[in-house]
């Protein structure tokens, strides 16, 4: 009895959505060449939000060396990116990481995912309109903050901001109420945005050009000395490090690669659009790739110029670009771009509130979330409590927590999501074929339990020997049910042993490197048992399925992946993981206590989500585009 009620349970937990049948006009449209995919990518991926985490990276975290963090996000990005391209093609259709994970790997794998892609969106609007506030304020000479700080500060506990955030609170509360009342981003607005953004790199690179002095990223204690005791600024001075280009240390790169990881999210966008070009397999990643970089070299640029232009200590933090302008003597530049700033912001913050809701109605039409969230009102169309539950943890979270904790918990809500996208990968190739259609039952979608061996599929012969061969010299070239159980099984033990291995890297790096014996020991002999898990992997015998995109070197660059993404996690502060905690508790009640029994009786009596989406998805972007 115990044991049947364990398998119901497991079979709940991995239980597949059925894939909807895609409209014909969604199928028809115009290819897309190489140089469409990369102007898409870089439009989705350049915005206002990475400057106010240049800002704060630059003063706290990294210095001028923000450039190498850019470049080791970089590079992370391409690794998930092609990684999240395959789990697309799995599921040709427009959707995000959460339809995707679903509909191939299962209803926790999925949970989990849009669990943590939701407080990614949270803190992402929560940051942005943060931003808004301190740029809005910065231009009227901190009135604001200075008197809510004066009355709230003293009556605010330490782990919250210093004073709630009023302006910040007003802002999403007014565009939580157009929304409600069915505001749309237009693709004129989209294109203006865009103008913008690109408008923002460009200009202060060739300002940086004009103004910087190389001096600054030559700092010492001297000048530190000197500008605090002849610094009329209102703003506080950072800390000085070390000085130098890399004043906070290897350590100081390492965070704030962690912390911008979502720099260049917008980029996987690109995989959606990029069903409709005609070579997949090369027009993908080769756009991916040349988004990034481009991506970076605005990022970066930026970045040189900023810290060129103004000491990586005097740099205002909340708002960097503008106040650099005002900082040199160009006030008339400042102004125009602070008014800039504020509408770029203001269209980022409206991306992400698109994409929280459309991820909150998706997981609650899909019985995951409470079935009220999913409602849709019958004159404007729009999810409505959807709205106001993405406007009520937005003001939330914007009023009461510091932009640099929300900075932190971002990266905190998209490393464990891609983590999974990676080991979904290294898993899918390696399962027998699966029919992901609606037609096929449920019952044997999620069937787990055992079977008779088919004719084409060998009987296992008794006894370990036999386990054994299996692992090395797999018996059939097409994958089975054992093949498939091998790779689970040694899947889950590699993301042990990576976590392992980069928890040790990430706390003792110089023992390690320096021979202590213990763990010098210990981390070569997780070394060995990764290389051979892999082999592993390796012998077993690949899906033939033709799919549009196929992750290359397989199972290395998955693996190399999941071991980038679990590194930087472990850069992650205990006050983040603390946080993190306490959201993914708040998940585990919400998904136990009531998902866990509503997921296919909400999916049976509501519209299929995947059509409701794809209604959404004519008039809003995509959960990319934030």
């Not at 932009?403 to 290294?426: E, Q, R």
Request: hydrophobic share 45%; net charge neutral.
């Amino acid at each position: 009895m115990l044991r049947q009620y364990a398998r119901q349970f497991v079979q709940k937990l991995v239980r597949r959505r059925p894939l909807e049948p895609r409209e014909e006009s969604e199928s028809r449209r115009a290819p897309l060449s190489i140089l469409s995919l990369v102007l898409l990518g870089v439009g989705r991926t350049l915005g206002a939000g990475v400057y106010v985490l240049a800002g704060i990276m630059v003063m706290f975290i990294t210095g001028p060396a923000i450039i190498i963090s850019f470049s080791v996000v970089a590079l992370s990005s391409v690794l998930s990116g092609l990684c999240y391209a395959e789990l697309w093609a799995w599921v040709p259709c427009s959707g995000s990481a959460y339809l995707y994970s679903y509909v191939t790997m299962g209803e926790l794998c999925a949970f989990v995912i849009g669990w943590d892609l939701l407080l990614y969106l949270v803190a992402a609007a929560s940051c942005l309109t943060r931003a808004w506030s301190y740029t809005f304020d910065s231009l009227i000479g901190n009135q604001i903050s200075q008197a809510l700080e004066r009355t709230f500060s003293p009556h605010m506990p330490s782990f919250l901001a210093p004073y709630p955030d009023f302006v910040s609170l007003g802002l999403v509360l007014l565009m939580t109420g157009l929304l409600v009342l069915g505001a749309r981003v237009t693709t004129l607005i989209f294109k203006v945005s865009t103008g913008l953004n690109l408008f923002v790199p460009i200009f202060m690179i060739l300002s940086g050009f004009i103004k910087g002095d190389l001096h600054n990223w030559q700092l010492t204690e001297q000048d530190f000395s000197s500008n605090t005791s002849g610094s009329s600024s209102t703003f506080s001075l950072g800390p000085l490090g070390s000085g130098g280009f890399v004043p906070f240390g290897f350590e100081g790169i390492l965070q704030g690669a962690t912390i911008l990881f979502t720099s260049y999210f917008g980029v996987h966008g690109i995989v959606t659009a990029g069903k409709e070009a005609p070579n997949p397999q090369r027009s993908i990643p080769l756009s991916m790739v040349i988004s990034i970089f481009i991506g970076f070299l605005a990022y970066s640029g930026v970045s040189a110029a900023l810290t060129l232009m103004v000491p990586y200590y005097q740099i205002y933090p909340y708002s960097p670009l503008p106040q650099a302008f005002l900082q040199v003597g160009w006030d008339p530049a400042g102004y125009v771009m602070a008014a800039v700033f504020l509408c770029t912001l203001l269209y980022s913050f409206l991306c992400a509130t698109f994409s929280m809701f459309q991820l909150i109605y998706a997981m609650a039409a899909d019985g995951l979330l409470f079935q009220v969230l999913a409602r849709i009102h019958t004159r404007t169309g729009t999810p409505i409590m959807a709205i106001l539950a993405s406007g009520t943890l937005t003001g939330f979270m914007a009023s009461l927590l510091r932009i640099f904790d929300l900075v932190k918990l971002m990266s905190a809500g998209v490393l464990p999501a891609y983590t999974l996208v990676a080991v979904s990968i290294l898993v899918l190739r390696y399962q027998q074929d699966q029919n992901l259609s609606k037609n096929e039952k449920i019952e044997e979608e999620i069937e787990i339990s055992d079977h008779e061996p088919s004719p084409s599929e060998p009987v296992p012969e008794a006894g370990n020997s036999s386990i054994l061969k299996n692992l090395w010299y797999p018996t059939s070239p097409i994958p089975t049910r054992k093949s498939g159980q091998i790779v689970y099984g040694c899947a889950f033990l590699l993301v042990l042993l990576l976590t392992i291995l980069s928890l040790i890297l990430a706390q003792w790096p110089s023992q390690v490197f320096s021979g202590d014996p213990v763990l010098t020991t210990v981390a070569v002999l997780l070394l060995l048992l990764i290389t051979g898990v892999t082999v592993i992997i390796w012998r077993q015998p690949q899906s033939p399925t033709a799919l549009h995109f196929k992750v290359p070197a397989l199972p290395v660059l998955p693996l190399v992946s999941i071991l980038v993404n679990i590194y930087l996690m472990m850069q992650m502060d205990a006050g983040t993981w603390v946080q993190f905690g306490i959201w993914m508790g708040i998940g585990s009640v919400i998904y136990f206590g009531y998902g866990i029994r509503h997921s296919f009786k909400e999916k049976n009596e509501q519209q299929p989500a995947a059509s409701t989406s794809q209604m959404l998805d004519k008039n809003v972007p995509s959960d990319e585009s934030s």
